[in-house]
């Protein structure tokens, strides 16, 4: 089965985050600038790759009917992230921004945990850490950029900076991770298993991620399904560079 054409489905990515900012923040409307979902920089079409939330390397171990049934990127849950140079304190990390950061810290962590096997293997901290990652864009890809302009937003956002630990502000509550014995082989009546990787639902103060064989709790301050009452002011930053970690929604 073809994939979707992937200069398409930017365009369509973008369209549509943007349309959702806008909602948000009428600021947005007079530019062509689009914040990142987790560092929220803001740039233009160019500064912005396809990422593939669960990895591409991860998708290449999905059985083979289950590859021939599902096109990979709907196995993958799609989003953009910048990919432009990140700096902590002072210092710039090599490589190309949030897509980079994601690969590096996260995504051999996420194909290990999505084997079927995983439950026999080691299970570590950045192995939890990795599907925090991605339950947080999965939630992101849900609810767009009221999820990242939250204050759990910005937990999350840094959270996703910090890949070897939680933070000591991450609820100790929501640290846990269930999972089950993942599906070694396809059929037709689990397709949803290996199509859209995220299936949330929301219970007040906690978004239940569940990607396929595991679930995760991520931490809300408010129910994104609530209709939101204003639009939101944005100043933009004055150092372009570095990751913007404040919070819009108080
Ligand atoms: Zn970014």
Redesign the pocket.
Known sequence: MGEIDLPGLKDRLWHKMRDDLVSLVPWFADNDLLL?P??C?AFKYEGFSLEHIIPQQALAEDPALARAAVPKNERSGMTL??N?T?VFEKKSIPGQ??NNWKGKHYDRFIREALRPDVLKKQFHARHHMALVAAGYLGLFREYGYQIALLPTGLLMRMQFFNPNSFLKEFPVGYQMVLTGEGRAEYDEEARAYWSEPFKTSIDRDVAHVVMRNFSIMLPLSRDPKAPLARALRYAPPRFKFR?DLTTAFD
Do not use: I
């Open positions: 990142c987790t560092c920089r992230l910048c432009r990140l921004g949030c990751p």
